[in-house]
């Protein structure tokens, strides 16, 4: 990392009050849309590169006809070489299990196809709806919820999206917007900002929420051109950010996440409950001490998301339950997940 010269330091975003210079990008690196292109997309590859013994590859191989393999270089790195059971390649390496179909798994877990009455728009819940801003993302997590979901029928043209954010102007009671995707944060920085600015002319809108995995898996996404919107932004900004493992936050994330604080964005976090990834107390106190640590706090713990090709993740409820009350004894109250299942019709988040 270096530190950009006062010459192209020109936004709130990119100098504190203090007049202190941030880091924002290593110039020596491609940047992000070229890491982006650069993912690794074979399972040969990926399994050739973390020295994995060839008998993964015929289950890799079967797991990423389903639903392709996606590992930019920046994440590679933060997993162990020859260790099938590292808890970050757990979670984007492709199994034969994918392609088991156990009762009560679906392609559409959380019916979302019954509550999009736009293209690209998902109203759910009372004050908010979440925009499926980008199809793409930085990386393929095997447990999504949304691995089967139909991008290609809710991508909105230019003009589609004038009818979506008519939808929002025409509802008062909607104060929040939630950006989603695929990774929201996977769309071009001027495609964000001219949504940015459509969404905060609409005047009973409060708050802008982006739920992404981007600026953890490529943190070079954090770039002053994302900054710059961000911080130009009327709306309050808070940034979810899914992160499953305290592994996955290394300096480059933990310093991605200071320039978004500076830029004036909350920081929270939301992990999905893993079997092989975060299933043990020792796993997720790590990971709420590291959140902390990087000024992120812990807010949700899913169960998963019964999809099809995930049931090898799955953690009983009964198992969840023991595993929050160990947690409590070994956590101070603010650094708690809340423990909770997305249940279809539910007018929020179940707690277990
Ligand atoms: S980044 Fe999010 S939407 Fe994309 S594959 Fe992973 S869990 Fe799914």
Request: proline share 8%; hydrophobic share 40%; charged share 25%.
């Amino acid at each position: 990392m270096i530190t950009r010269s006062p010459a192209n330091v020109q936004t709130p975003s990119s100098m504190p009050e203090s007049g202190r210079r941030i880091v924002v990008h290593d110039e020596a690196r491609p940047g992000w849309q070229a890491q982006l292109a650069a993912a690794i997309r074979d399972p040969r590859e990926l399994c050739r590169r973390l020295n994995l013994d060839p008998g993964w590859l015929p289950g890799a191989s079967t797991g990423h006809a389903l639903f392709e393999v996606r590992v930019p270089e920046a994440y590679l790195a933060r997993i162990r070489v020859n260790d099938p059971q590292d808890p970050l390649l757990r979670q984007v390496l492709p199994l034969a299990a994918e392609s088991e179909t156990p009762i009560g798994y679906v392609q559409d877990p959380l019916q979302e196809a019954e509550h999009t009455p736009r293209r690209g728009l998902i109203h759910k819940y009372a004050s908010r709806v979440l925009l499926i801003a980008s199809p793409a993302c930085a990386i393929n997590c095997r447990y999504c919820f949304r691995r089967h979901f139909p991008y290609q029928e809710n991508a909105p043209s230019r003009a589609q999206w004038d009818d979506t954010l008519a939808y929002i102007r025409d509802d008062p009671s909607l104060n929040e917007v939630i950006l989603s995707g695929g990774d929201p944060l996977a769309s071009s920085d001027r495609q964000l900002a001219w949504l940015s600015q459509r969404l905060e002319s609409i005047a009973h809108l409060k708050r802008l929420r982006i739920h992404t995995r981007l600026p953890v898996v490529i943190p070079d996404r954090v770039d002053a051109s994302m900054l710059d919107w961000l911080s130009a932004t009327r709306l309050q900004k808070v940034m979810v950010l899914h992160i499953n493992h305290a592994n996955e936050i290394d300096t480059a994330v933990v310093e991605a996440c200071a320039r978004l604080k500076q830029a004036g964005v909350t920081l929270l976090n939301q992990s999905v409950l893993l079997r092989g990834v975060n299933d043990s107390v020792s796993a997720l106190s790590a990971l709420s001490e590291r959140l902390f640590e990087a000024g992120i706090l812990p807010y949700y713990l899913h169960v998963l998301d019964p999809v099809t090709g995930a049931a090898h993740f799955d953690v009983t409820d009964e198992e969840a339950r023991a595993l929050v009350a160990d947690l409590r004894e070994v956590l101070p109250g603010f650094l708690m997940p809340r423990l909770v299942r997305e249940v279809p019709g539910e007018a929020s988040k179940t707690p277990l």
